[in-house]
């Protein structure tokens, strides 16, 4: 009578050990599954309407780097404000197109970033951050 419990504890670490050997086994497999274009609830808006978001801002990375470099040529501290400042205003522009707060465009911005999502032509968000060199008149 007092080998039974024993036993049981066994069987119960035995099942234990190989739960964990099966997750260890089955982890690799599930990471490698492609997930869907899903958010979760933490930005109130569809993830379709997340992407579209996310093409608008990559698209228009392209431009605003490229007026900044026009209109502060040598200086990548100045070009990078410039960018920064037009960016900002097309948030603004997305979120209102869009019916979206600032803030959810900024979150899309930043989920996309970390996510290295992609627009529709296979582009990414540059990240990248210029060292502090303000010019001094």
């Known amino acids: 009578m007092s080998q039974r419990p024993f036993f049981v504890l066994l069987r119960c670490v035995a099942l234990m050990i190989s739960v964990a050997l099966l997750y260890a086994c089955l982890k690799p497999l599930l990471a490698a599954i492609e997930r869907p274009r899903t958010l979760g609830t933490d930005l109130d808006i569809s993830a379709d309407d997340a992407h579209v978001a996310f093409d608008q801002l990559v698209r228009a990375e392209t431009s605003s780097r490229l007026r900044a470099r026009e209109r502060f040529p040598g200086h990548a501290w100045s070009q990078q404000d410039d960018e920064a400042q037009f960016m900002r205003g097309h ?5 209102q197109s869009m019916g979206l707060t600032l803030s959810q465009v900024y979150l899309v911005m930043d989920r996309g ?12 968000l540059k990240t990248r951050v210029v060292p502090l060199n303000p010019r001094i008149r």
């Open 113 to 124: 970033l970390r996510e290295r999502w992609v627009d529709d032509k296979g582009r990414r």
């Open 91 to 95: 948030a603004r522009r997305i979120g």
